[in-house]
């Protein structure tokens, strides 16, 4: 037996040893095929430094599209005050074109043929009274908020009131008003 152990132990010490040398007894102690969790463990453990450049590469990639993204839809400042800035134009250009028209319609209408005393034009006149009272109430409260989207309704409304109303007048006959 002592010989047997003996030349057993000179085989061992006689063998070469390799940088793969471990590899080779693991694959000689594993005679049966291992199974697919091991082997894909084995692989994900022999390429585990790519696997590292991988994730580091998706996850800088991913962290740059975010911070460019812009999930809230938010506009950076100097847009917002262009834009505002070109919103406040164009409402005032409008209220000035609403302005201009009533002020053509007022011109061809024939308040000097309406008497007072019929019922139908002290009716339009009871109404063209609310509404510029109306339109100068929208025009002050907008001074102290011009951005009140509610208030900008209004006196558009006032004003596409009071434009039916001056064309209602000039498509009266005489008699109705007389």
Known sequence: MEDILNSSKIEIQSG?????????IVKEIKEDKPGIIESTLQWIFDYKLHFAVGFAVVFIVLS???S????????SISKAEKLANKIDKDVYEAQKAYEKVIDKLEENCRFSELTTENDLAQAYFDKLH???QMIM?????LEGNPYNSTIHQQLIFAYNEK???YKELNGLNEGELS
């Not at 460019?68 to 506009?75: A, D, F, K, Y």
């Not at 109430?137 to 409260?141: F, I």
Request: charged share 25%; net charge neutral; aromatic share 10%.
């Open 137 to 141: 109430v929208c025009k002050s409260s």
């Open 16 to 24: 070469e040893k390799t940088p793969d040398m471990w590899n080779d």
């Open 68 to 75: 460019q993204w812009n999930t809230r839809g938010l506009i």
């Open 163 to 165: 434009i039916k109303v």
């Open 64 to 66: 740059f599209s975010i």
């Open 130 to 132: 609310l509404l510029d």
